[in-house]
């Protein structure tokens, strides 16, 4: 009897393992603690492509394997500190179905231009509503802290993200440790570096390493551009549990520009 229920703890582990909530698979971006200035409209688009994705999923989550994601996201610049945003997620699956993947709601804070010459802090706050295919739980927020350090050649910002489930099975056991993390330096009208993203599960029940999410990018930034924003990254996952090899862009304009931009903008790679 007693193996018998060793090997029960251990067929539920790993099944709850893959089932676990992992690292967004749309929105793949570290944020900086910059902020659209006030009355000023932003548009970014979010592509990536998990080619390698795992061929197997939890029903009703469909398998990553060949899905390929397009996000919009439109923002706001409220106040100095307070801009609005959202995403309107869609997904080509592997074969060859096109998908409304959810949306999410967003308010972010930030420390206002010029607070310091080289700190930048602020918290993001999201709101999401997701199907079932792409998210059992369904509902689920994110708080995403931000702490940010720049100068003209160099960007580090860490993101220790916590991700809850509003609903679903997923709820009861409490936020989920999400950490992202970036460093980068500037050649020229480039920043070339790295990101970090990861998965440990919940806090209150740490997943194992090989059942846990690592990812690291290799990445370029546009920053010679006014008004534009180009990311490129290449990923690769570093356990069992990553979705091998993500290629990703992101493509961001600034809609409208006002005077104050000119004095408060700071470059979203660089000051």
Request: proline content about 7%; hydrophobic content about 45%.
């Amino acid at each position: 009897m007693r193996v018998v229920r060793v090997g029960v703890v251990i067929a539920s582990t790993l099944f709850f393992a893959a089932d676990a909530r992992a690292v967004d698979p749309f929105e793949i971006q570290v944020y900086d603690g910059t902020a659209d200035a006030v009355g000023e409209a932003g548009l970014e688009l979010h592509l990536n492509d998990w080619a390698t994705g795992h061929r197997d999923a939890v029903a009703p989550v469909l398998p990553l394997h060949g899905q390929f994601h397009a996000t919009l996201e439109p923002s706001l610049g409220v106040m100095p500190f307070w801009e609005l945003g959202a995403y309107l997620q869609t997904a080509l699956r592997d074969d060859g179905s096109f998908d409304y993947a959810g949306a999410k709601l967003r308010s972010k804070f930030v420390t206002p231009p010029h607070w310091d010459a080289h700190w930048r802090l602020g918290l993001n706050l999201e709101l999401s509503l997701l199907p079932q295919t792409y998210d059992h739980d369904r509902w689920g927020s994110e708080v995403r802290p931000i702490v940010a350090w720049a100068s003209y050649d160099w960007l580090f910002v860490v993101n220790p993200i916590f991700d809850q489930a509003l609903a679903g099975r997923d709820a009861s056991a409490g936020p989920s440790f999400e950490p992202a993390a970036k460093v980068s330096r500037r050649w020229g009208p480039l920043a070339m570096g790295l990101e970090y993203y990861a998965s440990f599960g919940p806090l209150s029940a740490p997943l194992p390493w090989r059942s846990q999410e690592h990812y690291v990018y290799e990445t370029v930034d546009l920053l010679s551009v006014d008004e534009f924003e180009l990311n490129v990254g290449i990923g690769e996952g570093l356990t069992p549990a990553s979705a091998g090899i993500v290629a990703k862009v992101i493509v961001g304009y600034a809609i409208e520009t006002r005077p104050e931009r000119a004095a408060s903008k700071v470059s979203k790679g660089m000051p």
